[in-house]
């Protein structure tokens, strides 16, 4: 067969099985892309459980690849890698290691050796824990130089995000965590759904949140941060979609936390959820207020929502994509001017804001014609 008539083929690494921000983005391209011209297929790194999406992945005719978790067992890890592009590799134009650090490279070493064309490390994250250790430390900076001689292409979601990663003097590329704007369009009948569905009443004042129970979300200052609300409007609630994944402290500190404040009847915890967009709907307004971030996607979906959306101020001005809707708040602050500021300011007419989203750059079809030319002239 003429080579030229077969798809670009790329492998891309980085799902889990949470529906976090990293495999929401993967997955808003893999259901755009013209499979004619670009094929995603994944690698599942920690084999025990699927990745997210693995039966959508599936039906489209897409593989996912397995190794075995490298914290369980390295050596087998590394060896079912080797194994893996060995027998797969001639297959691929494109290796891709969308990451939140750089501690981990090896794919894209390995990519290398086994003569992959297009090797892609793409930044998700603007921060990391404080608290990491000297071994943790050496092997970033090794992985630093290592990624100069692996990697042909660096990606970020933001400015932010590639800095922290790459540093100023490594060139890359901002691909935006864009979404299908029109899905997430304010409508007030599935919000009146929602509500229901959730026992709410018309007076309810709901503040929404969508995060892994992680060091990096802080719930403790945001559980804290309702509680002001809640002592101010005795109708509000808390949605808190999201799960754990492996270390469950933040999610069992978060229950005690609830428990500890008597809002129990106040805070709802979701778990992962397939109707995100939907209980969007819902809420009136999404609070965030990470320690850090690259360019959190569920901030887009919110702005997308017409949401009023109060982010920390360490998360980058670079989500700031509708005029009205963003305020960045200082951390140092106390929890009673939190409260008063997401209370004052979220009295908005809800909108349809898809128009500056695509202004600013976060419509899908934009963006996945951008990085479809990008694989496309690789193939050239």
């Not at 297929?41 to 990745?51: K, S």
């Not at 017409?306 to 951390?331: A, M, Q, R, W």
């Amino acid at each position: 067969m003429n080579q030229d008539l077969l798809p670009v083929k790329v492998l891309q690494i980085g799902m889990t099985r949470n529906i976090g921000g990293l495999e929401t983005y993967l997955m808003q391209q893999f259901d755009h892309l013209d499979r004619n011209k670009v094929v995603y297929d994944f690698v599942n790194i920690t084999n025990e459980y699927d990745i997210v999406f693995a039966d959508k992945i599936r039906k489209a005719g897409s593989k996912i690849f397995g190794v075995c978790s490298r914290h369980k067992n390295p050596l087998k890890h590394y060896w079912q890698w080797i194994k893996l592009l060995r027998k797969e590799s001639k297959n691929y134009k494109a290796i891709v290691l969308n990451t939140n650090s750089l501690e981990y490279i090896f794919p894209l070493f390995l990519g290398k050796i086994m003569g992959i064309p297009v090797r892609i490390i793409h930044s998700h994250n603007g921060g990391f824990e404080n608290k990491i250790g000297q071994i943790r430390r050496a092997l970033i900076s090794f992985n630093r130089i290592l990624m100069k001689w692996s990697v042909t292409d660096y990606f970020a979601c933001s400015n932010l995000a590639g800095q922290w990663m790459f540093g100023n003097t490594q060139p890359f590329t901002v691909i935006h965590n864009a979404i299908n704007t029109k899905d997430l369009v304010f409508n007030d009948k599935v919000r009146q759904i929602k509500r229901s569905e959730l026992k709410f009443d018309d007076e309810d004042f709901v503040v929404g949140h969508v995060g892994r129970f992680v060091y990096q979300k802080d719930h403790e200052f945001l559980i804290d941060v309702f509680n002001e609300v809640h002592n101010k409007r005795v109708e509000a609630k808390l949605l808190l979609i999201g799960d754990y994944v492996g270390d469950d402290t933040y999610y069992k500190k978060a229950l005690e936390q609830v428990k500890r404040l008597n809002l129990e009847e106040s805070v709802l915890f979701l778990g992962i959820r397939h109707d995100v967009a939907e209980l969007m709907q819902a809420m009136d307004c999404f609070v965030m207020p990470s320690r850090f971030e690259g360019l959190t996607v569920v901030g887009v979906e919110a702005q997308a929502c017409g949401l009023p959306c109060f982010f920390s101020d360490n998360i980058t001005k670079e989500l700031k994509l509708v005029d009205g809707l963003c305020y960045f708040i200082d951390k140092k602050l106390e929890k009673k001017t939190w409260a008063d500021i997401i209370l004052k300011k979220s009295a908005v007419t809800r909108r349809d804001t898809s128009k500056d989203l695509s202004l600013a750059g976060y419509d899908i079809d934009t963006e996945v014609n951008k990085i479809m030319s990008f694989y496309l002239k690789e193939k050239n």
